[in-house]
């Protein structure tokens, strides 16, 4: 088994920004793919952005240019969100494709950010 943690959401005024963190920890995993996914109330949950085990990234329309996903570990992922709008409220959810002894598709918990004034 494998856990996501993720931290940092939070309440943010429109254009400002925030940063997300998502951990992984178990035993015998490889990360493939980790990503970031949001869902909105009466929405479908929405790839935000996403970055491969070579760094490649890639980011949903609505968020280019303004969020950056990054790897700061094996184990460890970052979403930064700059000129954040009333729109990017949302769960947001990390999210892990893992090979190896532990392999499958892996969901944090989610963390709340809501773009307010």
């Known amino acids: 088994q494998v856990q996501l943690v993720e931290s940092g959401g939070g309440l943010v005024q429109p254009g400002g920004s925030l940063r997300l963190s998502c951990v992984a920890s178990?035993?015998?995993?490889?990360?493939?793919?980790m990503g970031w996914y949001r869902q909105a109330p009466g929405k479908e949950r929405e790839l935000v952005a996403g970055i491969s085990g070579s760094s490649t990234t890639a980011y949903g329309d609505s968020v280019k240019g303004r969020f950056t996903i990054s790897r700061a570990s094996q184990n460890t992922v970052y979403l930064r969100m700059n000129s954040l709008k009333p729109e990017d409220t949302a769960v947001y959810y990390c999210n892990a494709e893992v090979s190896g002894l532990s392999r499958g598709v892996y969901w944090g918990q989610g963390t709340q950010v809501t773009v307010s004034s």
């Open positions: 178990g035993r015998g995993f490889r990360l493939n793919f």
